[in-house]
């Protein structure tokens, strides 16, 4: 099983900063795919950035610019630094790990990013 904590969401006004966190544990070494996706009012679930371990980074198109996806594999942690944050920004935004061998998909409780114009 795998487990996938947030943590740093929060309040913030347009054009503020923040940096989301996720920790990994458990059998997370089968997930070769990892990112983060976010969820706005009345809005359904969409992909923000993810990156596939040894092939690529994606982005949305729509923080292109604004938000980088990283990782430090030594605290099993992956990161998504937000800057020049918009009102459209808000949602909960969720961590997600994907195992190709395993087949299943992970996610994590979700933590609050608001943005006040």
């Known amino acids: 099983q795998v487990q996938l904590v947030e943590s740093g969401g929060g309040l913030v006004q347009a054009g503020g900063s923040l940096r989301l966190s996720c920790v990994a544990s458990?059998?997370?070494?089968?997930?070769?795919?990892m990112g983060w996706y976010r969820q706005g009012p009345g809005k359904q679930r969409e992909l923000v950035a993810t990156?596939?371990?040894?092939?690529?980074?994606d982005y949305s198109d729509s923080v292109k610019g604004r938000f980088t996806i990283s990782r430090d594999n030594a605290k099993n942690t992956i990161y998504l630094q937000m800057n020049s944050l918009k009102p459209e920004d808000t949602a909960l935004y969720y961590c997600?790990?994907?195992?190709?061998?395993?087949?299943?998909?992970?996610w994590g409780q979700g933590t609050q990013v608001t943005v006040s114009s």
């Open positions: 458990g059998r997370f070494g089968f997930l070769n795919r």
């Open positions: 997600n790990g994907y195992s190709s061998p395993l087949n299943k998909m992970y």
């Open positions: 990156f596939t371990t040894g092939i690529s980074t």
